[in-house]
């Protein structure tokens, strides 16, 4: 909001400096923005009084031509003072133009209760669920990430998501690498069966949550994606499509469309919150993730997600208490699950711009004796909102007390509940056994009452010890 830049308005600078400085960015920004803020003034001023000098003048010009006078001179005046009009306003265009893509690279105000650092180490641990099952009975007390994943020790005998799935059958990265390229990849046999039930039970645990499901297109205008992706994103995240028309953008997750879903509309508080439940297949280039798990489905260009999406009023901390149902949502999936996991509030330097605090949920990998992310759950305030003028309607009686002209906008949240292929991974590390894989409880419904996936015949054929040969 520009008029949290201007003092004069009850703004304060000062607090968007201290954002930046948390967030370990460009502080100069804001002064940056101010001076071309008053210089846009200073300039629409200019026009204000050209403008009223063109009205004088045009009424001169009716005086004398009623008086049946030459009004030449003063016509040649007031065709001057409209050009002087056109230039200044082109000023006060560019003014704007610029005033407004400096303020896009500022990030939301960063909230007191997100941990100030440039070093993901220093991520403070909010919660931990079943940290016994990881370190033993009676486990320490960690505030850090970096605490407790140097405590983490390898559990012997367990395998990686790397080394199970081909092993289970359930996906072929090699086809899919030679068919679609680097991080490429088949689900087979029960790895399409274990994904759809991940979609369908997660599509179920929202919707009985009062989450309103919604599936997205797969791609979006340039326009569109504008106005709720970062600028770094096209670059390093987003693929772009040619056909028919303008090209278009890949989503990189259903978040973007369903911000894109409210453009220009005016909420009304009596239907506020709005509860999603998005389902998309999502697109990803990884490029700011080249040489990080290359191997596996865990970091790939194509998967599918399920994800919660929420608006809420901008008053009474109703975002701050929706981002907690949010998080709270996704936790209950992953006990319910019987995962270990442990809720994370991410340093400010880590923040994308959008966000004012981010919690994710990292579950417990025991076979590559790693937690990883597989939850991020992120308070936009109205900073989404603003950028696709997603408007909260007033009642009568805020009017009265802030002015008729007061803009209000709605509160963004977004959070996975699950991108199906990355959770695969951490279920088949945490459900293995010497002979195959346990099928979690409550997605035995979704799969025909399977209980158990052995070891793939063909995995194990292949895999043979030679004969004679010593082992």
């Known amino acids: ?157 367990k395998l990686s998501h790397v080394d199970l799935i081909p092993k289970l059958g359930l996906a072929d990265c090699e086809k899919g690498s030679a068919i679609a390229g680097n991080r490429g990849y088949f689900l087979v046999g029960d790895g399409v069966l274990l994904n759809q039930a991940l979609i369908s039970y997660g599509l179920a645990f ?71 439940v998005g389902l998309s297949t999502c697109f990803r280039k990884e490029v700011g993730s080249h040489g990080r798990d290359t191997l596996g489905i865990f970091r790939v260009h194509q998967f599918e997600k399920i994800e919660q999406f929420c608006v809420t009023g901008p008053d009474d901390n109703a975002s701050w208490e929706m981002l907690e149902t949010m998080i709270g949502a996704s936790e209950e999936f992953y006990k319910s699950l019987g995962i270990p996991y442990r809720v994370v509030a991410i340093v400010s330097g880590a923040l994308n711009d959008a966000a004012a605090k981010k919690l994710d949920l990292e579950a417990y990998f025991p076979g590559s004796n790693a937690y990883r992310e597989l939850v991020s759950c992120s308070n936009c305030t109205d900073y989404q909102a603003r950028r696709v003028e997603a408007r909260f309607g007033q009642t009568a009686g805020q009017k009265k007390q802030q002015g008729a002209n007061t803009k209000a906008y709605v509160h963004m949240l977004n959070s996975t509940l699950t991108a199906t292929e990355r959770t695969l991974c951490c279920l088949v590390e945490n459900y293995q056994t010497p002979e195959g894989m346990n099928v979690p409880e409550v997605l035995q419904p979704f799969m025909g009452g399977k209980e158990f996936i052995p070891w793939d015949p063909e995995w194990l054929a292949k895999n043979a010890p030679k004969e004679g040969k010593k082992k």
């Not at 003092?7 to 920004?29: F, I, M, W, Y």
């Not at 931990?128 to 605490?147: D, I, R, Y």
């Not at 919707?207 to 326009?223: C, G, H, L, N, V």
């Not at 499509?241 to 469309?257: C, F, H, N, R």
């Open 206 to 276: 929202l919707s009985a949550r009062d989450y309103t499901p919604i599936q997205t297109p797969f791609f979006m205008q340039k326009e569109a994606m504008a106005a709720v992706a970062q600028l770094a994103q096209f670059d390093e995240e987003l693929y772009r499509v040619s056909g028919e028309g303008e090209d278009k953008y890949l989503i990189a997750t259903s978040e973007q469309p369903i911000c894109a879903y409210h453009k220009d509309s005016w909420n009304d508080p009596a239907k506020l919150p709005r509860k999603y």
């Open 1 to 157: 909001d520009i008029n949290l830049l201007r003092e004069e308005k009850g703004g304060n600078p000062d607090l968007v400096r201290k954002s930046q400085e948390r967030r370990h960015a460009d502080v100069t920004l804001v002064d940056q923005v101010i001076a071309v803020d008053v210089q846009w003034r200073q300039e629409q001023f200019k026009v204000d009084q050209l403008r009223a000098d063109y009205g004088k003048k045009n009424k001169e010009v009716a005086a004398k031509k009623k008086a049946k006078e030459d009004a030449d001179d003063l016509i040649a005046e007031a065709k001057a003072i409209d050009a002087n009009i056109k230039a200044a306003e082109e000023v006060c265009n560019q003014c704007i133009e610029k005033r407004d893509d400096l303020l896009k690279q500022i990030g939301n105000v960063v909230h007191d209760t997100v941990p100030v650092s440039d070093n993901e180490d220093n991520n403070a641990i909010v919660r931990t669920h079943n940290l016994e099952a990881v370190l033993g009975p009676n486990p320490a007390t960690f505030s850090v990430c970096k605490q407790l994943d140097d405590a983490l020790v390898k559990k012997e005998g």
